[in-house]
């Protein structure tokens, strides 16, 4: 379960990005200010995220999961940004196919073997339309948990 790990703080609602670039410097630097990341981490982002995008494009709603090596991080966290406005990423698996992307999960993960396990528990969630859009309607952090706790819990 990833809703009792959320920390609020590292979520952003209307995020306002020109650029993939922009929302890993802003989602970044807050898991550098709040100690989950070290001051490696929103590079070691954007180098990754060029050699392994992390795009997806679920029912026509782009979601990016982007995340970095654990020498980077000082504690495992999760962000979550719904953006204002798309904005591109390379969908997973190839190098030039675009997704307009509006709702972004950033890994810091510690632990090498829970790596693949939080991209699953993101995956569970992100794979429900309904639950990607009410997470982009969501009015504050408080509420983006809540719907997260709810989807994991099956109600």
């Known amino acids: 379960m990833i809703w009792n790990e959320l920390d609020s703080r590292l979520v952003a609602m209307e995020l306002e990005a020109g650029t993939m670039e922009d929302v890993m410097e802003m989602m970044g630097g807050r898991f550098i200010r709040l100690g989950y990341c070290k001051d490696s981490y929103i590079q070691a982002l954007k180098d990754r ?4 995008p992390t795009g997806i494009d679920i029912d026509g709603v782009g979601v990016a999961m982007p995340h970095t090596d654990i020498s980077h991080v000082n504690k495992s966290g999760i962000g979550i940004a719904a953006l204002k406005e798309p904005v591109t ?5 190839t190098d030039d196919v675009q997704v307009p992307v509006k709702l972004v999960f950033m890994l810091a993960v510690d632990d090498p073997n829970r790596h693949l396990e939080e991209i699953q528990d993101i995956l569970a969630i ?5 639950t990607l859009e009410k997470i982009l309607t969501a009015k504050n952090a408080e509420e983006v948990i809540e719907i997260i706790k709810e989807k994991e819990n099956g109600k």
């Open 49 to 52: 995220e060029v050699e392994f």
């Open 126 to 130: 992100i794979q429900d339309k309904q």
């Open 89 to 93: 990423f390379i969908h997973m698996a």
